[in-house]
């Protein structure tokens, strides 16, 4: 069964500091890699996607892809209160697969 | 950046009545939706998946008689929640996801059945 696993949190981060968030997969077939940030009581919205080992930057985030390793984490650089919310880690497979979700990282940036 | 728009936002409707929810993606192709259902403090759970044209796969354990999706077009798909009772209150958001687009979620709607 493939799995993505996050620590659940809540991972608490003063504000202007970076976070962190990682997280590891269990299916070595794995091609594409995505983080959504949800926060409480609304829908995810895709924030980072990564197709290939190494870094990929966007502002504030950077998303890091080890396929060796399985694993993908997500830094925020220079967090904000408005950053804190949960975070999910996605995962698709070759092919029209859906993508498997970790159960979600909740960050806390504190003011 | 791709948009879906989910309609609608909150129904509340009585026990054994059906709703329809829409999903539309607004400027991609969507050759396939999925369906999602997320209680309250809990991960998102996939209802299920669809591509344009084609009966829906449903995952282990969702009613397909009950929740009856539609993918009729490129850039439109219903779920239709079947004489709705109370353990069907839910948040349902759909996603959807082109050839050279990632997946991206509607805004969700939030169903309450009383």
């Known amino acids: 069964q493939k799995e993505v696993e996050q620590n659940s949190g809540p991972l608490s981060v003063p504000e202007g500091a970076i976070a962190s968030l990682n997280c590891t997969y269990s299916?070595?077939?794995?091609?594409?890699f995505f983080w959504y940030r949800q926060y409480s009581g609304k829908s995810p919205e895709l924030i980072m996607f990564?197709?290939?080992?190494g870094d990929k930057e966007d502002g504030r985030f950077t998303a890091q892809l080890n396929k060796a390793s399985q694993y993908v984490s997500l830094l925020i650089r220079d967090s904000q209160p408005s950053d804190s919310a949960t975070y999910l880690c996605?995962?698709?497979?070759?092919?029209?697969?859906?993508?498997?979700f970790g159960k979600g990282t909740r960050l806390s940036v504190i003011a | 950046g791709a948009v879906v728009s989910q309609h609608p936002s909150w129904v509340i409707c009585k026990s054994g009545t059906s709703v329809k929810i829409e999903c539309r993606s607004l400027?991609?192709?969507?050759?396939?939706m999925f369906w999602y259902r997320q209680f309250p403090k809990q991960s998102l759970m996939l209802m299920a998946t669809?591509?344009?044209?084609?009966?829906?796969?449903?995952e282990q354990g969702v009613e397909k008689d009950k929740f009856l999706i539609n993918h009729a077009s490129l850039t439109l798909s219903t779920l239709t929640v079947t004489s709705a009772h109370p353990e069907d209150s839910s948040f349902y958001i759909c996603?959807?996801?082109?050839?050279?687009?990632?997946?991206?979620f509607g805004d969700g709607t939030r169903l309450s059945i009383l």
């Open positions: 299916d070595r077939g794995s091609q594409s």
């Open positions: 990564i197709y290939s080992n």
């Open positions: 996605a995962v698709k497979g070759m092919g029209n697969t859906p993508l498997v």
């Open positions: 400027d991609f192709q969507a050759t396939t």
């Open positions: 669809s591509n344009e044209g084609s009966k829906a796969t449903y």
């Open positions: 996603s959807a996801r082109g050839s050279d687009q990632p997946q991206h």
